[in-house]
């Protein structure tokens, strides 16, 4: 079930009134564009890179026809999507994977369910089967050191060279199971932690089968090409990886960037409490600004986490 995080705060951060433009450039299941169109008599365009978005898009424009509509495509595109249309007053990028994306076995991005190796969230392209079976051991290595930040990195891409070589990798508990073997130790004496020994790797194969991160930076570099001035954009990241890249964005647009709130937005207890996915969740929000110098209320960015 579909689930959109810290909807409230950022309503408050992208403030949608009547007659505002949004783009929703991570629709997923429609949470937070739903909010946006429930909260005011404001214009929403969705957009997402999953096909499998549309049929919740539909839903939506059905409710909200002349408020609502949805394009397909990667939000990386956005200069490219948005080009014959009037500039926007604010975005939304919730980053990463979704709900309907984990729970959908079929799609094989969760080890928590079995399924065939796959993490294209377009449904094209090269697939998480086709790393895992077909790259060099050493870049493997390096995929899971650099896109889930692994220790154990080597270890891992070693024992999936040497288990492919007696049959294909083919489903996400055949990976699952490689990745504990490599910490079958290790995991007894975590087997109370609450992160599983193949969250790391997996979100490393889905990262950079994806290419999630240099989507990002570019999405981000775009922005002044769609957004009209004074527009008000909303992140929300999942890790650090995510985070690390509006941070760095944000620092080098300080001519044109002011941020919104003084430091990061975290959902409350309760929120996790609701839906535990939400817990590690971070948002941070700005205002485009094409006239100003950017600037932090409060104090100076540098000291800000």
């Known amino acids: 079930m579909h689930t959109p995080v810290l909807v409230t705060e950022v309503l408050s951060i992208l403030k949608p009134t009547s007659g505002k433009r949004i783009i929703d450039a991570t629709f997923g299941g429609g949470g937070h564009s739903i909010a946006i169109l429930g909260s005011s008599d404001c214009y929403v365009l969705g957009m997402d890179r999953d096909p499998d978005a549309i049929d919740r898009a539909v839903k939506v424009k059905a409710e909200y026809p002349s408020n609502f509509d949805f394009v397909l495509g990667e939000f990386d595109k956005l200069a490219n999507l948005t080009g014959d249309l009037e500039k926007f007053d604010g975005i939304l990028f919730d980053f990463g994977v979704s709900s309907f994306q984990i729970d959908d076995s079929s799609r094989g991005f969760a080890f928590s369910h ?24 050493k870049d493997l290595a390096e995929i899971i050191w650099k896109y889930g930040d692994e220790p154990k990195s080597r270890e891992i891409a070693a024992e999936i060279a ?12 055949d990976l699952r199971h490689i990745i504990r073997n490599v910490f079958r130790t290790v995991a007894i004496k975590k087997k109370h932690s609450k992160l599983d020994v193949a969250t790391k790797t997996f979100q490393a194969i889905r990262i950079f089968v994806n290419n999630e991160l240099s989507q990002i930076d570019t999405a981000l570099r775009q922005l002044p090409q769609f ?26 647009n300080l001519t044109n960037i002011n941020y919104i ?37 409060g104090g100076d960015w540098r000291r800000r986490s």
């Open 162 to 173: 040497k288990a492919r070589k007696i049959s294909k990798i083919t489903t996400t508990f």
């Open 114 to 137: 079995d399924g065939k190796l796959d993490m294209r969230m377009s449904k094209c392209g090269l697939s998480a089967f086709d790393v895992i079976n077909s790259f060099e051991e």
């Open 261 to 297: 709130n003084k430091s990061i937005i975290k959902p409350s207890n309760e929120e996790i409490k609701k839906n535990p996915r939400a817990r590690s969740a971070i948002l941070r929000g700005f205002v485009y600004n094409e006239s100003e110098v950017g600037r932090q209320p």
């Open 227 to 252: 957004l009209k001035s004074s527009a008000r954009i909303a992140t929300i990241s999942f890790h650090a990886l995510e985070d690390r890249i509006v941070k760095n964005w944000a620092r080098s």
